[in-house]
């Protein structure tokens, strides 16, 4: 079963996915671009009331906090 959109695991599907393909090459610039990228699909493309838009860009930038902590 997959995420739902917006959620911390979506996030962090999303994020680890991407990596993943990018060979963890780089892996900071890489955490930053999937960010940038599903930060503006968020703002630009999801159509939702705003409340839902700002919650999913705290989910998102929890996760990207969280993920690049590893590091």
Known sequence: ???LFGTVEYFEHK?????????????EKHIKEIVSK????????FICHERIKKECL???FKVSKKTAAMQ
């Open 1 to 3: 079963m997959r995420p």
């Open 15 to 27: 994020i680890d996915t991407y990596l993943t393909n990018k060979k963890n090459k780089n892996r």
């Open 38 to 45: 599903l930060e503006q699909e968020i703002r630009h493309e």
């Open 58 to 60: 705290q989910n998102l």
